[in-house]
């Protein structure tokens, strides 16, 4: 796709300005029409209840990776130590919940 070039953003402004295609526009009439434009926002479920959740879960799951992470670069763990990390409820208790179980794994261990 071309760039816009300076002349060709001005030379398309006229056109919109001379058109004036705002003035023609207009939303949904009917409430059929209405109520399928409504749904527009939330079609790929992000914006549902359900969605909203996840995406709270999920930040607080990168709170929890950061957390980890931080710790495991400021200790220095020997090369014979397996890489895990013990539940949040004992190392980091300012990030335990209900749903955290025993020992979690970092990325890369087996």
């Not at 001379?18 to 527009?40: D, F, Q």
């Not at 014979?80 to 794994?105: M, Q």
Request: net charge positive; glycine share 6%; proline share 8%.
């Amino acid at each position: 796709m071309p760039r816009w070039t300076e002349e060709s953003r001005e030379k398309q402004r006229e056109v919109a300005r001379k058109h004036k295609p705002w003035e023609n526009a207009s939303g949904p009439k009917t409430k059929e029409g209405k109520a399928k434009a409504s749904l527009n926002a939330i079609k790929h479920g992000l914006n549902t209840e359900e969605g909203i959740e996840l995406k709270k879960i999920l930040r607080q799951q990168n709170q929890f990776r950061k957390a980890v992470l931080a710790k495991a670069c400021l200790s220095s763990p020997s090369q014979n130590t397996p890489n895990v990390v013990p539940s949040p409820s004992s190392s980091f208790p300012e990030l335990s919940s209900d749903n955290s179980k025993g020992i979690r794994k970092i990325h890369g261990s087996p």
